[in-house]
Nanobody, 114 residues
Framework: QVQFVESGGNLVQPGGSLRLSCATS????????MAWYRQAPGKQRELVAD???????NYADSVKGRFSISRDDAENWVYLQMNSLKPEDTAVYYC????????WGQGTQVTVSS
């Protein structure tokens, strides 16, 4: 069974930064489009950013210019650098293959608050 283990979440003040990491056992990692999602309390899970096998990146409008997704194909890691954090970024963050409906990890909690 594919596993995703997210880490790096924390409590941070508005304007602060965090770097999330995701380790995965998914096969053929380097060929897959990987993504970060988030789910805030009472809301549906939403796509935050994705990165193709060719390292092309895409971002939700709400995080564009503030977040940066990257990947390490040698070690099967996906990263999300988050800068200029806002209270509305508060959520549990998950990584997965883009479009996947299964195999979700526990996620990592990001709380942006003063």
């Amino acid at each position: 069974q594919v596993q995703f283990v997210e880490s790096g979440g924390n409590l941070v003040q508005p304007g602060g930064s965090l770097r999330l990491s995701c380790a995965t056992s998914i096969n053929f990692f380097s060929t897959r489009t990987m993504a970060w999602y988030r789910q805030a309390p009472g809301k549906q899970r939403e796509l935050v950013a994705d990165i193709t096998s060719g390292a092309t990146t895409n971002y939700a409008d709400s995080v564009k210019g503030r977040f940066s997704i990257s990947r390490d194909d040698a070690e099967n890691w996906v990263y999300l650098q988050m800068n200029s954090l806002k209270p509305e970024d508060t959520a549990v963050y998950y990584c997965n293959e883009k479009g996947s409906l299964s195999g979700w990890g526990q996620g990592t909690q990001v709380t942006v608050s003063s």
